[in-house]
């Protein structure tokens, strides 16, 4: 099995910054993408970044120029640091992160728990 414990939301002020961080455990050979969804109350959950082994990254429109998200391959973590934070970025954030399991060698799908982003006006 395999576990993605996300870490770092909390609330803060307009224009404020967080950095969420992802670290994934368990019966881990590699990782392939690594990513960043949220989810708001009332809406479905979208896309905020993405990063790939080699470091190639995907931002949403919303986010781009705000947002940066990096890894650490060695410690099996993402991060997405967060600047000049909006009302409207307030969601729950969640880690996934396509893993290739040690063993079968077979690639799934995870999701992390979530954790809460909340942005006051």
């Known amino acids: 099995q395999v576990q993605l414990v996300e870490s770092g939301g909390g609330l803060v002020q307009f224009g404020g910054s967080l950095r969420l961080s992802c670290a994934a455990s368990g019966s881990i050979f590699s990782i392939k993408t690594m990513g960043w969804y949220r989810q708001a109350p009332g809406k479905e959950r979208e896309l905020v970044a993405t990063i790939t082994t080699d470091g190639s990254t995907n931002y949403a429109d919303s986010v781009k120029a705000r947002f940066t998200i990096s890894r650490d391959v060695a410690k099996k973590t993402v991060y997405l640091q967060m600047y000049s934070l909006k009302p409207e970025d307030t969601a729950v954030y969640y880690c996934?992160?396509?893993?290739?399991?040690?063993?079968?060698?077979?690639?799934?799908?995870?999701w992390g728990q979530g954790t809460q982003v909340t942005v006051s006006s």
């Open positions: 996934n992160a396509d893993v290739v399991e040690w063993r079968t060698f077979t690639t799934k799908n995870y």
